[in-house]
């Protein structure tokens, strides 16, 4: 079993629905990380929070809204998405400077 | 030019074959190299990381080429349960901040 835990593990949603992903890790890791895939592609960097703050953000639209409530938890807020937003989505954490990432086994994601 | 770049494949071999993957990368300041796999529809793993000296883990085994900016991944005695996406992977200043620079990926299809 991963040791980053992602909820849910599916979601459909319609293009006015607001929803939530979250993501939950306890392996003491500071840095935690939103990527987005999409089908046959490499996985995209999101957002980055290193010890609870926003250090990255890829220029990524705010319908996604991410927050990071304390060290464990991460979430992505999602409203008003566009059916070519879905995709998988993965949670993934590290300790701060390593590049070793977990990943969570992630939120595949449909917008009808 | 692609910031990481692999062969997409697929790679069909049998049972008992030795495969190597390639991938090269353009930013000559990166300093941390690694090998993820990822299995359809599931989450990428960490491999294994990439050292200059070479690091073997088994029937695995990942060469850095820092002069040539290569990166190899050897697999011996391919099993089925090899069978999967091998993702390269560079630790690198992009966008004026370090991040993890994912390769597209190899796809390797192993077969009795």
């Known amino acids: 079993d991963t040791e980053v835990t992602q909820t849910p593990k599916h979601l459909v949603m319609g293009m006015t629905n607001k929803k939530s992903l979250k993501c939950e890790q306890h392996m003491g890791h500071r840095a935690m990380y939103w990527y987005k895939q999409k089908a046959k592609k490499p996985p995209e960097l999101m957002f980055v929070?290193?010890?609870?703050?926003?250090?990255i953000n890829e220029s990524v639209p705010s319908r996604f809204s991410p927050e990071c409530p304390n060290s464990s938890l991460l979430n992505l807020h999602l409203h008003a998405l566009q059916p070519e937003d879905s995709a998988l989505y993965l949670c993934a954490s590290s300790d701060v400077g390593d590049y070793g990432y977990t990943f969570g086994s992630g939120t595949r994601l449909t917008v009808v | 030019r692609k910031e990481v770049e692999q062969d997409p494949g697929p790679f069909n071999v049998p049972e008992g074959a030795t495969v190597a993957f390639n991938c090269t990368y353009s930013n000559s300041a990166s300093q941390s190299f690694f090998w993820y796999r990822q299995d359809c529809r599931k989450e990428p793993k960490l491999l294994m990381s990439?050292?200059?000296s070479g690091n073997e883990d088994g029937r695995f085994t990942a060469q850095l080429n820092r002069a040539s900016q290569y990166i190899s991944l050897l697999i011996r005695d391919s099993k089925l349960s090899d069978s999967a996406t091998y993702l390269c992977v560079v630790e690198g200043l992009s966008g004026g901040y370090n991040k993890l620079i994912f390769g597209a990926g190899t796809r390797l299809a192993v077969h009795p």
């Open positions: 990439v050292y200059s």
């Open positions: 929070y290193s010890y609870e703050k926003l250090s």
